[in-house]
């Protein structure tokens, strides 16, 4: 059974800093390319950040220079570590899975990041 596990949100004020984790399950991590998205209310689901198989990474302008994505295959693991957050950075956080040319893709559940005073 495919698993997404999203942990580490929560309430931080504007400059502050959370890491994002995402335990994975049920299949083999390092055969995919892994991202983060998120959905702020009201809005479409955006790209933050992805990692490749090979560790290559992509983020949206909005969170580059403030957002780092990396990976720990061994752990079965991605990670997201934003720092000097802003309230615009308030939103649902989502863990993906992809494979390149499989047509597979699997999410998580869901973590909320609040950035507010």
């Known amino acids: 059974q495919v698993q997404l596990v999203e942990s580490g949100g929560g309430l931080v004020q504007p400059g502050g800093s959370l890491r994002l984790s995402c335990a994975a399950s049920g299949f083999t991590f390092s055969f995919y390319a892994m991202g983060w998205y998120r959905q702020a209310p009201g809005k479409e689901r955006d790209l933050v950040g992805t990692?490749?198989?090979?560790?290559?990474?992509n983020y949206a302008d909005s969170v580059k220079g403030r957002f780092t994505i990396s990976r720990d295959n061994a752990k079965n693991t991605v990670y997201l570590q934003m720092n000097s957050l802003k309230p615009e950075d308030t939103a649902v956080y989502y863990c993906?899975?992809?494979?390149?040319?499989?047509?597979?893709?699997?999410w998580g559940q869901g973590t909320q990041v609040t950035v507010s005073s």
């Open positions: 990692i490749s198989r090979g560790g290559n990474k």
């Open positions: 993906n899975a992809q494979r390149p040319g499989f047509g597979i893709n699997y």
